[in-house]
């Protein structure tokens, strides 16, 4: 197939690109490469991307409404992974407006985009934190999440909606993934594990927020690859069964599905730190610190409808993803313990 991915040179992108065109698939890497974190890491994953015939890479802006609009004029795509966005909990506390620009009007081009060139099916990227003040465990796409607890969240919510909004009103087939903290290879520099690995090597104290009493549902980033690119192979239908007198906010009567993709197994984060302290042989300092602003004390994902209906099960421990993550980490800085 021909398949467009936006973000393709962010963490989930690039993983989800290279499995895409190993398997054969035509793939058409989108990206802006803006300075958020690392450039250099970005390049890098790209670099890993171009031995692919298969491979070709766009340097696009999400918000570039005639860009985006020219490129799926030009290219006519049979499916698209929508996987690019401002990430970050806490960067957003900051700069606003930047997530207001990458995941609002950034979905809207890619949702204008698929509407016009007839794209059989979008798959795109929704997140965890959508569940904010929800504390029933584990979290369903059957629950309510309308009380975000950050404005990366809340813009990750009003995609689903716009989504939504595209597949009711123009029928374009359209299936959400609420992605649990996702880590592995080449992972994103201002997350937890990077964060904290770099600190530990460099003898310096990492930050432990919540006083270390966060349940996360770590989920390795082979896993996530494994259910996109299973459910962007099923175009989703209709629920004949849904009911507005008792709605589920993860079907709909529209071609429209929500599904969380998790671990479904909650790692405390202790436990996480001991796993990353022994692949290093070395102790952390930890600087304990109260709950930040948008974070969410747990998350659990109940991923039953994905099982259900693509057979997905999750299968990396995080004793062996935490691994993989170091053997990469002290390849790619070249770093010998």
């Known amino acids: 197939m021909k398949i467009l991915v936006t973000g393709a040179a962010g963490f989930i992108g690039f993983h989800t690109a290279k499995a895409l065109a190993e398997r054969g698939d035509e793939v058409i ?11 250099a890491l970005k390049r890098a994953r790209l670099a890993e991307l171009e031995p692919y015939d298969s491979f070709r890479f766009v340097k696009l802006d999400l918000a570039d409404r005639h860009g985006m609009a020219a490129l799926f004029a030009a290219e006519d795509f049979q499916r698209v992974i929508h996987l690019g966005a401002q990430p970050g909990v806490r960067y957003a506390i900051e700069n606003p407006f930047a997530y207001i620009d990458s995941n609002v009007h950034g979905t809207m081009t890619v949702l204008e985009g698929c509407r016009h060139s007839d794209v059989e099916h979008l798959v795109f990227a929704s997140t965890s934190s959508v569940y904010g003040a929800n504390t029933k465990m584990p979290f369903s796409t059957r629950d309510n999440a309308d009380h975000p607890l950050s404005l990366y969240a809340a813009t990750k919510k009003s995609n689903e909606l716009m989504a939504h909004t595209y597949a009711s009103l123009y029928g374009v087939p359209v299936t959400g993934l609420r992605f649990f903290t996702v880590y592995g290879p080449f992972g994103r520099p201002d997350m937890a594990l990077f964060l ?11 930050s ?18 494994d259910g996109i690119v299973r459910v962007v192979e099923r175009i989703p239908e209709p629920n004949a069964d849904w009911s507005g007198d008792s709605p589920d906010p ?6 429209y599905r929500l599904y969380n993709i998790g671990n479904q197994r909650p790692v405390e984060l202790m436990r996480y730190i001991e796993t990353l302290e022994r692949c290093l042989g070395r102790e952390a300092q930890k600087r304990l610190l109260p709950l930040q602003l948008g974070d969410i004390p747990d998350t659990w994902a109940d991923v039953g409808n994905l099982v259900a209906d693509f057979g997905y099960q999750p299968d990396t421990p995080v004793e062996e ?4 993550f170091v053997d990469w980490y002290l390849d790619y800085y070249d770093i010998e313990l």
């Open 321 to 324: 993803g935490v691994k993989r």
């Open 250 to 255: 993860g079907t709909s009567l529209a071609p």
């Open 208 to 225: 432990v927020f919540n006083y270390g009493n966060h349940r996360r549902d770590f989920t390795y980033i082979d896993d996530i690859v």
């Open 29 to 39: 890497g989108l990206d802006n490469l803006n300075e958020y974190y690392d450039v």
């Open 196 to 206: 904290f690995t770099k600190n530990i090597l460099a003898g310096e104290p990492i």
